[in-house]
Every structure is written in C-alpha cells, then in structure tokens.
C-alpha cells in the first residue's frame, strides 16, 4: 500500500509553509529517521524526517513551493516490495500543489487532503516536532522521542513532556519505558493552561489596511514596483494588530547611568579565559542588561505574569526573549531561566541564538513562549523608544543608547553615561506602580552590577 507523505505541523499555530528544498529524490530509499526536505515557515527553515520506510516514488510537491497547507499531500513512498511504478501513478490523480515559482504570482490552493486522492493509501504526516496520537489530540514531541516511543509501542499523548512548551523529549520517553508504560497525562493536563494562552489566535489572513487600489491611484504609473508580503511580513502584521487591539498600554520611563556596568564589563572581558587563542565569552551590555531584566522579574513576581480571560498566569522562571533584526522582519529567540544563569552562559547562547536567527534556523521552542522581552536599539543610536508588547508577554523593555549627559550629583553637576529605558506593560495585569517597581528593580542591576554576580 503506497504510503503518503503530507506537509507536517511544525509548530502549534502553522497553517502552511513553503516546502523550500527536497533533500531526497524520486527513487530513492529512505528509512525512519532520515531527513527528506527542508520546510520554511514564517520565521524559521527546519528540517523533515521520514516515519516509515519505502522508496520514493512521488515528488508531488516541487521544490520551491509556497503556501502549501498542513496535511496537504507533498510526497509518496512505495512500501517495502510494493512497484513503485504503480504507486506514483496513483498519487498521479492529486490536485496540482501550489506554484513552485513567481513570488508575485497569488498562491495557489493547497493539495486536498491525500484521503480524498488516493482512498487506498495510508496517509503519513513526516516527522515534525508535533504528532498525531490514537484518539486525534496533537503531542508535540522531537523526532527521536517519536522514534523511540514508536519502537516501545508507547502512546505520546500519554507522556507528560518537560521539553520547552511540554514538548516531548528522549528523556520522557526512557522515564516512560522504565515505569513500564507511558506517564499519566494529568501533569501535562495541569500544565496546559499557560501553554494554551502563549499560542494567539490563529487569522485567516494578514490585516487589511487600505485597498491596493486606492493606494496607487496617489502614485504615478511607473513610479513603484509590488513587493509581495511574505510569511513572515504577514506573521508580523497579525501579531502587531492583535497587540494592539487587544492588550491597553501602558509605558513607563527610566535614566540609568552605565558608567558601573561599563566598568565592570571590561573588567570581566578582560579576565576572561583563552580557549583556542580565543576568550570562552565576550560580554555585551545587551547580555548584562537581559540578566538585569530576568532578576528583576524574579524580585517582582506580580510582573512576571501573562493575561488569560480566565486567570493570570504567574510564571516561575524568567524566559527572556531578545528582539533580533533578519532580513524581512524580526525574530525574538528566547533565553530560558535567564535569572539563573551567568553572564557569560547568556553572552554565548545569545550569539548562538543570534547566528542561526539571522540563518532562519532556529527551532520554533526556541522562539516561542517567554515571559517577557528586551528590545535594544542602542546600537542604532536611537536615543529612545516605546515597543509593542508581544502576547503572550505582560511587558516588554525597550533600551535606548548609551550617551554621555550631564547629570546633578550632590548639587553639582557631573559628566556620566546614561541610558534611556521604556517599559510597555499589559494594563490588564501590570498597572502602573507595578511596573515602576520592575524597572526601580531595574535600574539597580544596571547601576549597581555587581548585584547581577552574585
């Protein structure tokens, strides 16, 4: 029986993706667990594992395809001794997948679904961090926890997970098999609240503003070209329209002298060790001002919370994310548990979250959730700013640059490096003094820095 291979859900709110390389082609063999196409989404290119094994005896999806929907039909295997000839000639009566070229081309609808195409095949979604269990709910799971749950015969949906947003990992799965049988599900159940809020709705479409035509009758014929909004351009619109129709501002604003930080910062730069004729970290002020940021969070509490209509969710841990600027938007990777972690440990996994953000390689755990965020454009020279708050996300903290100003110290006036901050809060569960507590916390971590040592 030919075996269907449909785009899979790689994150918990992805409709469609664009299928930007096929790592295997027609006739090949392939096993569980080898790597057969490489799928972009919005903010992110992630890499698709086979379930099952069989040869491939349909391409259905071209590379270079956009908007191709989850579950629509991309590839078919021919199972172990089934013709392969006989298999691709029944994926034949699929309907044609969305245009492989022409970005300004509207996209085409996706595939039905492979039941409605060929009724005698077995549907497969490929491996993605998300799985289908027996009674239809969705585990999120990595592809070795899937590999390793399929050949125990244990049920994913009845694994409570402890990866990053209850995902699923090798672990969990070893645990599992030692108690023999799977973990019950009322843990994950019990941490499932939160989770459920940390995902915005899902949109049909981007938000409108004014209608295309009306737009370029202000212009003069030949005077522009149309650049067609991408995944990630219309992710962003969404998000920020639903921000701002959903969540009351409210901002609040700080000066913070450096001088402190800055001296302390090249005193740990300069005591770093050498590994490879190169220091084991270099600190930044923005990785000194995420410790300051997730120690603040964690001395104010009631800040560190995300709104539901139901309750509010009281985090334990601050997962800060980190606003970085990629070709055609933003992406804001996160850094877990930042309070706990060292300065140095933050520096390293933020320039590894950095790299691989600009490459559009980052895992969807990696850069979705949080509990709040930093965004900086010091380095642009920008004196000041207000940033929009990022559901699930109470508050976010907008840093300006460093400058030298002339401040009063004890009635006389002084020269020292200040730097502008503006908190945007969720009115709904961060009110005004709350916030002014958060960034008075703050503002003591950035002038007096030695508190974020010990």
């Given at each position: 029986?030919?075996?269907?291979?449909?785009?899979?859900?790689?994150?918990?709110?992805?409709?469609?993706?664009?299928?930007?390389?096929?790592?295997?082609?027609?006739?090949?063999?392939?096993?569980?667990?080898?790597?057969?196409?490489?799928?972009?989404?919005?903010?992110?290119?992630?890499?698709?594992?086979?379930?099952?094994?069989?040869?491939?005896?349909?391409?259905?999806?071209?590379?270079?395809?956009?908007?191709?929907?989850?579950?629509?039909?991309?590839?078919?295997?021919?199972?172990?001794?089934?013709?392969?000839?006989?298999?691709?000639?029944?994926?034949?009566?699929?309907?044609?997948?969305?245009?492989?070229?022409?970005?300004?081309?509207?996209?085409?609808?996706?595939?039905?679904?492979?039941?409605?195409?060929?009724?005698?095949?077995?549907?497969?979604?490929?491996?993605?961090?998300?799985?289908?269990?027996?009674?239809?709910?969705?585990?999120?799971?990595?592809?070795?926890?899937?590999?390793?749950?399929?050949?125990?015969?244990?049920?994913?949906?009845?694994?409570?997970?402890?990866?990053?947003?209850?995902?699923?990992?090798?672990?969990?799965?070893?645990?599992?098999?030692?108690?023999?049988?799977?973990?019950?599900?009322?843990?994950?159940?019990?941490?499932?609240?939160?989770?459920?809020?940390?995902?915005?709705?899902?949109?049909?479409?981007?938000?409108?503003?004014?209608?295309?035509?009306?737009?370029?009758?202000?212009?003069?014929?030949?005077?522009?070209?149309?650049?067609?909004?991408?995944?990630?351009?219309?992710?962003?619109?969404?998000?920020?329209?639903?921000?701002?129709?959903?969540?009351?501002?409210?901002?609040?604003?700080?000066?913070?002298?450096?001088?402190?930080l800055l001296a302390l910062r090249a005193q740990l730069n300069d005591a770093a060790p050498r590994k490879d004729n190169a220091p084991a970290y270099k600190l930044s002020v923005n990785d000194m001002v995420i410790k300051a940021m997730a120690l603040s969070l964690r001395d104010v509490p009631d800040a560190n919370v995300s709104w539901t209509d139901s309750n509010m969710v009281k985090h334990k841990h601050a997962?800060?994310?980190?606003?970085?600027?990629?070709?055609?938007?933003?992406?804001?990777?996160?850094?877990?548990?930042?309070?706990?972690?060292?300065?140095?440990?933050?520096?390293?996994?933020?320039?590894?979250?950095?790299?691989?953000?600009?490459?559009?390689?980052?895992?969807?755990?990696?850069?979705?959730?949080?509990?709040?965020?930093?965004?900086?454009?010091?380095?642009?020279?920008?004196?000041?700013?207000?940033?929009?708050?990022?559901?699930?996300?109470?508050?976010?903290?907008?840093?300006?640059?460093?400058?030298?100003?002339?401040?009063?110290?004890?009635?006389?006036?002084?020269?020292?490096?200040?730097?502008?901050?503006?908190?945007?809060?969720?009115?709904?569960?961060?009110?005004?003094?709350?916030?002014?507590?958060?960034?008075?916390?703050?503002?003591?971590?950035?002038?007096?820095?030695?508190?974020?040592?010990?």
């Amino acid at each position: 029986m030919p075996i269907n291979i449909t785009m899979p859900a790689l994150s918990p709110t992805m409709e469609e993706g664009n299928l930007s390389k096929w790592l295997v082609k027609e006739g090949d063999t392939v096993k569980s667990g080898d790597v057969i196409a490489e799928i972009e989404t919005d903010k992110a290119t992630m890499e698709v594992e086979a379930v099952d094994e069989g040869t491939v005896a349909k391409l259905v999806v071209a590379a270079g395809t956009e908007g191709v929907k989850v579950n629509a039909l991309i590839a078919v295997l021919a199972a172990d001794g089934e013709d392969v000839a006989a298999a691709a000639s029944g994926a034949g009566s699929a309907a044609p997948a969305p245009k492989a070229d022409g970005a300004a081309a509207p996209k085409a609808e996706a595939a039905p679904a492979p039941a409605q195409s060929t009724p005698a095949a077995a549907p497969v979604t490929a491996a993605a961090p998300a799985s289908v269990s027996s009674d239809g709910s969705r585990a999120f799971s990595s592809p070795l926890a899937r590999r390793l749950a399929k050949e125990a015969g244990i049920d994913l949906s009845a694994v409570a997970g402890s990866g990053p947003h209850g995902r699923v990992v090798k672990s969990d799965i070893e645990a599992a098999v030692a108690g023999g049988g799977a973990k019950a599900a009322a843990p994950a159940a019990a941490a499932s609240a939160p989770q459920a809020s940390a995902a915005p709705a899902p949109a049909a479409a981007a938000p409108k503003g004014a209608s295309e035509e009306a737009v370029l009758k202000l212009f003069e014929p030949g005077s522009y070209e149309l650049v067609p909004h991408d995944g990630m351009r219309k992710t962003i619109a969404r998000r920020l329209v639903e921000s701002k129709q959903t969540i009351p501002h409210f901002y609040v604003s700080v000066d913070c002298e450096l001088d402190a930080l800055l001296a302390l910062r090249a005193q740990l730069n300069d005591a770093a060790p050498r590994k490879d004729n190169a220091p084991a970290y270099k600190l930044s002020v923005n990785d000194m001002v995420i410790k300051a940021m997730a120690l603040s969070l964690r001395d104010v509490p009631d800040a560190n919370v995300s709104w539901t209509d139901s309750n509010m969710v009281k985090h334990k841990h601050a997962d800060v994310g980190v606003a970085v600027s990629i070709s055609g938007g933003l992406i804001t990777p996160i850094i877990r548990k930042a309070e706990e972690k060292t300065l140095s440990t933050i520096s390293n996994e933020m320039r590894d979250l950095g790299k691989r953000a600009k490459d559009r390689k980052l895992k969807p755990e990696e850069y979705q959730g949080g509990t709040s965020s930093v965004s900086n454009m010091g380095m642009m020279g920008v004196k000041n700013f207000a940033a929009v708050v990022n559901p699930p996300h109470a508050t976010i903290l907008a840093v300006g640059a460093g400058e030298q100003r002339v401040v009063v110290k004890k009635g006389e006036m002084a020269i020292a490096t200040v730097m502008s901050v503006t908190l945007s809060t969720d009115h709904r569960c961060v009110d005004g003094a709350l916030g002014a507590e958060l960034l008075q916390a703050f503002k003591g971590y950035i002038e007096n820095p030695m508190g974020m040592l010990v």
